[in-house]
């Protein structure tokens, strides 16, 4: 086990278990922390995963509430001293909420933000793949993956689509902070990827500092080779060993296993 | 001619509660606040009696157990009022007609949706334009896709 990472739960966060699940597949010492947690104990920990869901019930927008969370202040603190921060879609918007990503010129303000899905703002649950079109080492928690790597994982919202001003999305793009894009299986990308109308083609965004990622879709739920959608999984049947290996979301968390790896090392 | 709804919750509401008591703790200057769903139509003439009619029966829009709906004098935020909406619009449309849920209305040129927040004092006057603003741009806008009006 690596260092201790703390799973955020919100009023109203539903996919903690699975997170924690494939956080310690990974090898990382991951624990699930309640809103309402001593803020020191909560301060202790070396990495923070914020998980899907609807905290506080997406009142006012998703993750607006959350955003302002006294919880939040522990990783507002841990960002700024270069702890890991992963968000998984409502923890993505949260992090979006809070200003902690993208986080252009080092402003905590809300610059950008996931928003209803285009054209005609449904919820949509669909198989993915996302590519990494950053260089590994742009983000702390890509840092051992391969360049141009691409992960299966499931997009499931309805409010996934990153919009931000003009200016803003020019600087995204410019600056390197759109970590992953949506692509076909091979790793092609266009809009015809893109499962929400997303500007940039965007599934990931990473601050300027790197050490913050948001992510929209769902890497825990393609992290083993049952909840995989293509011939991978099909050529798994009846053989319980295979259909229980890992699948490519697990890369995700093994990669912010790496980072903490790497920084107890230094 | 411009048909203002207004649809508010006649039973508690949950969600301007939990956005009033974040606000209280991010410092915000304000007693009491109120939420609403605001339809700002522009009508063919004659037919705001229709649409109104039409707006009752649609019960995602309106449900008399839970909704008080009425037609709003002021086409544009009071005093102590932020109105919140989407940069890219909300109006769907199929078939030439404005829709909402899928259902068409009749006579209705286009359609604005609002999420309509009222600031108020423990009094329940309308609190000092500043006290909007600061809400505004603390919680009840993200300014990278919605767009607020205030008075």
Redesign the interface.
């Given at each position: 086990m690596s260092a201790l990472v703390g799973v955020l739960i919100f009023p109203g966060t539903n996919s903690e278990e699975e997170t924690l699940r494939a956080c310690r597949a990974a090898g990382l010492d991951a624990q699930l922390v309640h809103w309402n947690a001593d803020l020191d104990e909560v301060r202790g920990y070396a990495a923070y995963v914020l998980p899907g869901g609807f905290a506080?019930?997406d009142?006012?927008?998703a993750g607006?509430?959350a955003a302002?969370d006294r919880l939040m202040t522990a990783v507002r603190e841990g960002e700024a001293a270069g702890k890991p921060v992963l968000g998984i879609c409502n923890g993505a918007q949260i992090l979006?909420?809070s200003g902690l990503a993208p986080g252009l010129d080092g402003a905590a303000t809300?610059?950008?933000?996931f928003?209803?899905n285009a054209p005609?703002?449904k919820y949509r649950s669909t198989h993915v793949y996302v590519k990494l079109s950053v260089p590994p080492q742009r983000c702390t928690i890509t840092a051992s993956l391969p360049a141009n790597a691409v992960l299966p994982a499931w997009a499931s919202h309805g409010e996934g689509r990153l919009?931000?001003?003009p200016d803003?999305l020019a600087r995204l793009r410019s600056e390197g902070h759109v970590a992953f894009v949506y692509c076909d299986a091979r790793g092609n990308v266009g809009p015809e990827a893109v499962p929400n109308g997303s500007a940039l083609g965007a599934a990931a965004l990473v601050n300027a500092r790197g050490n913050v990622l948001a992510i929209m879709p769902h890497p825990e739920r393609d992290a083993w080779t049952y909840m995989h959608h293509d011939e991978e999984r099909e050529r798994a049947r009846g053989d319980a060993a295979a259909m229980l290996g890992a699948s490519g979301g697990i890369a995700l968390f093994r990669g912010l296993a790496n980072a903490l790896s790497a920084t107890a090392a230094r | 001619m411009i048909c203002c709804v207004e649809v508010r919750l006649t039973i508690p509401d949950?969600?301007a509660r939990?956005?009033l008591s974040?606000l209280r703790?991010?410092g915000v200057s304000v007693e009491r606040l109120e939420r609403a769903d605001l339809y700002r139509f522009d009508v063919e003439k004659d037919a705001e009696k229709d649409l109104v009619a039409t707006l009752r029966g649609f019960e995602t829009v309106y449900n008399p157990n839970k909704h008080a709906l009425r037609v709003r004098e002021e086409e544009r935020p009071g005093a102590g009022e932020v109105w919140v909406d989407?940069?890219?619009g909300?109006e769907?449309r199929s078939g030439g007609a404005v829709r909402i849920g899928g259902r068409a209305l009749p006579g209705v040129r286009s359609m604005e949706r609002f999420t309509a927040w009222k600031l108020m004092c423990a009094t329940g006057a309308a609190v000092p334009e500043r006290v909007v603003l600061e809400a505004t741009e603390t919680?009840?806008c993200?300014?990278?896709?919605?767009k607020a009006t205030r008075k």
């Open positions: 506080y019930e009142r006012v927008r607006a509430i302002h979006l909420e809300t610059q950008a933000g928003t209803r005609l703002g919009a931000a001003r803003v | 949950n969600e939990t956005a974040t703790r991010l989407e940069i890219d909300a769907v919680l009840l993200n300014p990278a896709f919605q």
